[in-house]
């Protein structure tokens, strides 16, 4: 969705490295999330955010942090990668004022490598 | 260390025929399930949804059963096309702390051949 981006869309690191990977959107949504997504597991959630001033953690938290700049932007921060962060990363968005929040819009995705 | 992948179930349908996509939940307290489509190299793309106070839901070419005695969800797709090879996501909503957060099924590949 054109509306949900993100940069980089693809990028190889070392471990040990700080990274981050940001998420811009268009839509006027209040809600944000980042997940990761490993080959045959799924999505599973990092981290979301409920508006500008609220931050939660997900199921998979450790080694992870964000920052909610503006209601626009969320980034995802790998303080120290290691190598099984390696995966693909997906911003997605969704609104509370809509009469259906619970549904999600994705970004194209950014593939981490860490070597 | 590294980690292993794990094969996705894998559904192969002749082209034009219908398709059946299964999943199971486990949350008996879910309100609200949802179908993705993701194609390779892109995100996951909305499709159907569906309240649990429904049991079928139809949209253009798809169809969202649901089945609470269970905890089954299915999503039908008529004459399937090349363009519906992906992977497809189920994904559930419970009120209550949840609420506003989706939990996703581990997918499943469909492969339209010729």
């Known amino acids: 969705d054109a509306d949900v981006t993100q940069t980089p869309r693809n990028r190889i690191t070392k471990t040990g490295k700080r990274i981050m ?4 959107q268009t839509k006027g949504h209040d809600r944000m999330y980042w997940y990761r997504q490993d080959p045959g597991l799924g999505l599973r959630l990092i981290y979301y955010s409920f508006d500008v001033k609220d931050i939660n953690k997900g199921e998979i938290s450790d080694g992870y942090s964000v920052s909610r700049q503006a209601q626009a932007k969320f980034s995802l921060s790998l303080e120290s990668a290691i190598p099984n962060q390696t ?4 911003c997605a968005t969704a609104s ?11 970004g194209p995705g950014t593939r981490l490598t860490v070597l | 260390g590294e980690s292993v992948g794990l094969h996705l179930p894998t559904l ?9 996509i299964n999943c ?4 008996s307290a879910s309100d609200y399930f949802i179908w993705y489509k993701q194609e390779s190299g ?3 793309q909305f499709i159907i949804d569906i309240r649990s106070n429904m049991d079928k839901r139809q949209g253009q070419r798809v169809t969202v059963l649901l089945n609470k005695t269970v905890k089954h969800l299915s999503l039908q797709i008529a004459a399937t096309q090349p363009g519906d090879s992906a992977v497809y996501f189920c994904a559930e909503a419970t009120k209550g702390d949840s609420w506003g957060k989706l939990q996703f099924g581990a997918g499943t590949q469909v492969v339209v051949t010729p």
């Open chain 2, 24 to 27: 199971a939940y486990s949350n």
């Open chain 1, 96 to 106: 509370s004022g809509d009469w259906n929040f619970n549904e999600q819009f994705f």
């Open chain 2, 12 to 20: 192969s349908v002749q082209e034009g025929d219908n398709s059946i």
């Open chain 1, 87 to 90: 995966a693909l990363y997906f």
């Open chain 2, 42 to 44: 892109k995100g996951p």
């Open chain 1, 21 to 24: 990977l940001e998420c811009s």
